[in-house]
Structures are given as structure tokens and as C-alpha cells.
């Protein structure tokens, strides 16, 4: 008589098992639900727009330079500041309508970077022990943090060589303000490395 030996099946880890699903614990969620109503409230802001002189003489090579820059502050504080620039030009035919986008961009611009400080909307926030030790101007933290004339003169001319489409050169142009320099960098290696094929 013949005895077959089989080998015992191993299951698939989909068909194991799983185990039964368990609530989160209460305390969880009310340390949840704690930090939600934090949050909760009414945030009076203001937000002031004014020419962007600095950005202007930057750019003054380019013809028909419009630029705006917007300060957002709650109470006396600014709690961030963003730029929209434009050129006036045979590409941007529609003066209202492009200015609108300059001004636009300078604000959620700056609210973009509001947002990035994670803590300055909450009333019960402590200043890291870290934060007093060295001190950064905000100007300092600007240009440290924005994109630099080299970079948008260079990318602006990158813009109108490489990229055909007219509406998405408009886009790419007014994208170049709200840059970081690591993403200026990043759209410039693109932009060559497009040039190069």
C-alpha cells in the first residue's frame, strides 16, 4: 500500500485571521476631542497689501514689472507676509485680470506661510526654551527662505524659452514668486535638464 505524505499548507497572510477590533480607549479620545476645541473660535486677521518695492528693483530688466507683497497679522502681530509679481507684456494681454493674479498670489502666499508656524493660532502655546537662545531677524529669515533674484531672472528666461503654451507660461510665471530657493532650484535642474533632450 502507498502512503502519500503531504506537507501541511501555510496559510496566505491575507487568510490569517484578524483580531477583533477594539475601540479607542476613552481617555483618547478626549484628549482628542481636548485639542480640537483649543482650536475652536474666531481669528480676527488683517491683511494689508502694498507695492513690493524691493522685488520691483529687483526686477526692473523685465518691462511692465507688477509686484505686490502682503502682510497678514493678528492683532498687532505678523503672523505672515507673501509676494505676487507679474509682467505686463504681449504674453499677459489682460491687464486687469493678470494684476488680480498678482495681487491674488501675494495673498495665499502669505497665508500659506501663516500656516506653516504651527503654534502661532493657539492661545495657550509656550515658546520653546530653544527660541530664546538665538534669535532671527525677519528679514534674515526671508532671504534666507525666498527665492533670489538670480534664481527668478534665470528662471524667468528658462520660462519663456522652454515652456510653448502661453497660459502655462502665465501659470509657471506667477509660481515663480511664492518659490523657496530649494524649489526654484528644483524647477530650474527641470527646466535645463527639458533643454537638454
Not at 122 to 135: E, K
Not at 155 to 173: A, K, M, P
Amino acid at each position: 500500500m502507498n502512503t502519500t505524505m503531504y506537507k501541511r499548507r501555510v496559510p496566505s497572510p491575507f487568510q490569517v485571521s484578524k483580531k477583533p477590533y477594539t475601540p479607542a480607549n476613552v481617555s483618547d479620545s478626549d484628549t482628542v476631542r481636548d485639542e480640537v476645541k483649543k482650536l475652536l473660535g474666531t481669528h480676527q486677521f488683517t491683511a494689508t497689501f502694498e507695492e513690493d518695492v524691493q522685488t520691483v528693483s529687483a526686477l526692473k530688466h523685465i518691462p511692465g514689472i507688477v509686484a505686490f507683497l502682503c502682510t497678514i497679522k493678528k492683532g498687532d502681530k505678523i503672523v505672515g507676509q507673501g509676494r505676487g509679481t507679474t509682467a505686463i507684456n504681449q504674453v499677459n494681454r489682460f491687464i486687469v485680470r493678470t494684476i488680480n493674479y498678482a495681487w491674488n498670489a501675494s495673498l495665499v502666499d502669505a497665508i500659506v506661510r501663516s500656516t506653516r508656524i504651527l503654534d502661532i493660532f493657539r492661545p495657550d502655546a509656550v515658546p520653546h526654551p530653544w527660541a530664546n537662545s538665538q534669535p532671527q531677524k525677519q528679514d534674515d529669515y526671508a532671504s534666507d527662505m525666498s527665492i533670489t533674484a538670480k534664481q527668478k531672472e534665470l528662471l524667468t528666461s528658462l520660462i519663456y524659452q522652454h515652456v510653448g503654451n502661453e497660459d502655462e507660461q502665465e501659470r509657471r510665471l506667477q509660481e515663480v514668486e511664492s518659490l523657496s530657493k530649494d524649489d526654484a532650484g528644483e524647477m530650474i535642474s527641470n527646466l535645463l535638464a527639458v533643454s537638454r533632450r
